[in-house]
């Protein structure tokens, strides 16, 4: 008899409701439609809500509620009335019935999870579906353990392992969000060569490191995080070693990629991605600041928009450029612009680059990037099949720019020899070998020797004397 009156009560409401709602109802309705409690099932079916609660409220009650995970529930006789809000014991507590759609459970981990529930399996939301099952997402993940274990298990010449800061992305995600240059143009790919003369007295040693002959004088890796900017990256890098070298260490600028993201954009796409050429374009005509001056921003959100540029400059006579304002870092004063000279394309010779190192300073490179690269710690890295027999979506490359700080060469236990690039890639220090990576030479793999570019910082003696003079004055 109880539920026949409690059940008339609510078609009664439920007419009322026809009839004309008030604000308040209106107000709780729009709520319920915005954010439907049970919309994918009761996420907690056996919990003991209303009766904790201590009894059901009898017809509308605003009040009546309590808490329920990340949300209300609510325990009055108007929490049935369209897609339910009420508190999951709702039905059996104040009806003594049965919630009008049995919910779905699935099992993980000896638990039972209803209808609805989710979780993430790598890179893969799965959820539990209205049959019981887990239903996932199948998407190629960033990192695969199979993968991992496949390189060390075969022994390519370099170990694989799992980075955190990957774990969860998609292999399309690393592709979009931690590379980001752009293919040169065919124009750009068809630049002349730099003739450079080698003759038989050109000592080149088996192994040499910038950082050994220049110390002090080659910067770190930096770590461009979710920014597809590795074009801003690179080029900065570079230029920065070539203006420490030039200067012979009175100038060791660690130059702003985040100024060439923000400010550089005449066709590139600040975290989206950019061309190497327009870079160095860039740096030749307008210049840019220190990291120091112009810290990088990681984006906050995906894809990144691009950031106000806060550093201009202008001509100051003999193509020099001056500051326009102060630095975007308030703690730091040090506002010089620092240019370079138009870049110069090396041959793909392996001795004339190795040369040019030698020499000049670190070069700039584009490789490939496959899917195995991401998982590189240690060793000679060559880009392996271990994924043939999987998916197309699973093998997958895109276009990235590094820097080549050197070359080596070592035998294996067959008393093989390999030789190799010493490069430093943006992805932060905890990744690779301290941030560089060691990468097969002369067999130009990944394309890493197809498309090389060096540089001259514009550098005079009126700058590094302009330097030292700053430099007191911040002492």
């Not at 890796?221 to 260490?249: K, Y």
Request: proline share 5%.
């Amino acid at each position: 008899m109880l539920k026949l009156l409690m059940l008339s009560a609510i078609t009664a409401l439920l007419l009322l409701v026809e009839g004309g709602m008030s604000a308040r109802t209106q107000s709780r309705t729009k709520r319920e439609l915005a954010s439907p409690l049970h919309l994918r099932g009761i996420r907690d079916p056996f919990g003991s809500y209303c009766q904790r609660r201590g009894g059901c409220c009898p017809g509308r009650d605003d009040q009546c509620t309590v808490p329920y995970q990340d949300t209300i529930c609510y325990c009055d006789l108007f929490c049935n009335r369209t897609v339910s809000d009420c508190c999951p014991d709702f039905w059996s507590h104040c009806l003594g019935t049965t919630p009008p759609y049995p919910p779905s459970s699935c099992e993980r981990n000896g638990h039972r999870f209803h209808s609805g529930a989710t979780y993430k399996e790598n890179c893969n939301l799965c959820t539990c579906g209205q049959n019981g099952r887990w239903e996932c997402e199948l998407h190629a993940c960033l990192i695969e353990d199979d993968m991992i274990q496949e390189i060390n298990r075969r022994g390519y010449g370099w170990r694989a392992t799992n980075y955190s800061q990957f774990w969860g992305m998609t292999l399309d995600e690393g592709l979009r969000y931690r590379l980001g240059t752009q293919r040169p143009s065919r124009t750009i790919m068809n630049m002349n060569e730099i003739q450079m003369n080698m003759n038989g007295n050109d000592h080149l040693p088996s192994y040499f490191n910038a950082a050994d002959k220049w110390p002090g004088k080659i910067h770190e890796p930096l770590d461009q995080g979710n920014c597809n900017a590795s074009w801003a990256f690179s080029t900065s890098a570079v230029a920065s070693d070539r203006i420490s070298i030039q200067s012979m260490g009175h100038m060791t600028p660690q130059l702003s990629p985040q100024n060439l993201i923000s400010c550089d954009i005449r066709h590139q796409g600040g975290c989206s991605g950019g061309r190497i050429d327009g870079a160095w374009w860039y740096l030749r005509r307008r210049g840019v600041v220190t990291e120091e001056c112009y810290p990088f921003s990681p984006p906050q959100q995906t894809p990144a928009e691009v950031a106000r540029c806060m550093m201009q400059s202008r001509a100051v006579g003999r193509g020099k450029r001056q500051a326009t304002a102060h630095c975007p870092n308030s703690y730091s004063y040090h506002n010089n612009i620092y240019q370079s000279t138009p870049p110069y394309r090396l041959s793909s010779n392996e001795n004339e680059i190795m040369k040019e190192i030698m020499d000049n300073g670190p070069v700039q490179a584009i490789m490939e990037v496959h899917e195995d690269f991401f998982v590189y710690k240690s060793g000679i890295y060559r880009h392996t099949d271990v994924n043939y027999h999987k998916p197309s979506e699973y093998r997958k490359h895109a276009t990235h720019s590094v820097r080549i700080t050197g070359w080596g060469e070592e035998r294996d236990y067959n008393g093989r020899t390999h030789k190799y690039w010493i490069a430093a890639n943006s992805w932060g220090k905890n990744w690779g070998e301290d941030g560089y990576f060691r990468i097969a030479r002369g067999v130009n793999e990944c394309e890493i020797e197809t498309f090389v570019i060096g540089v001259w910082g514009r550098v005079t003696m009126e700058d590094m004397l302009n330097h030292h003079h700053h430099q007191g004055r911040r002492k």
